[in-house]
């Protein structure tokens, strides 16, 4: 179990929905990755992703999928590919990765709470 944190902790990490715009194969990544581009709406914008979602995901069914994303990390450099938010997703029994999607329609750039 992790440690136990505030509620001011929580409200530190910034969880927005966005929309995948672009995908793209990352052959050059050293793990199997995809590149991502995810609209967080008109306050963020347009940000960069690099995920290791091979298994259960082609770059052309990303396109339009809802997902959740952190971005107020800082850039992180990822290969040759600059990562500017990290999309989350849980582990599937095998340990791949399953993006988290909202059950709803909601716009980019709402803020989980």
Do not use: C
Not at 36 to 60: M, R
């Amino acid at each position: 179990m992790t440690p136990e944190i505030s509620f001011d902790d929580f409200l530190k990490v910034d969880i927005r929905k966005g929309t995948i715009v672009d995908a793209q194969p990352y052959p050059e990544a050293r793990k199997p990755a995809l590149k991502l581009w995810v609209d967080y709406g008109p306050e963020i914008g347009v940000k960069k992703s690099s995920a290791q979602i091979t298994v259960h995901y082609e770059p052309e069914s990303l396109i339009g999928k809802p997902v959740l994303g952190v971005v107020n990390f800082p850039p992180r450099q990822i290969g040759k590919f600059m990562s500017e938010a990290l999309v989350l997703g849980l582990p599937d029994e095998a340990g791949e990765v399953v993006l988290i999607t909202p059950d709803k329609d909601v716009p980019n750039g709402a803020r989980m709470y």
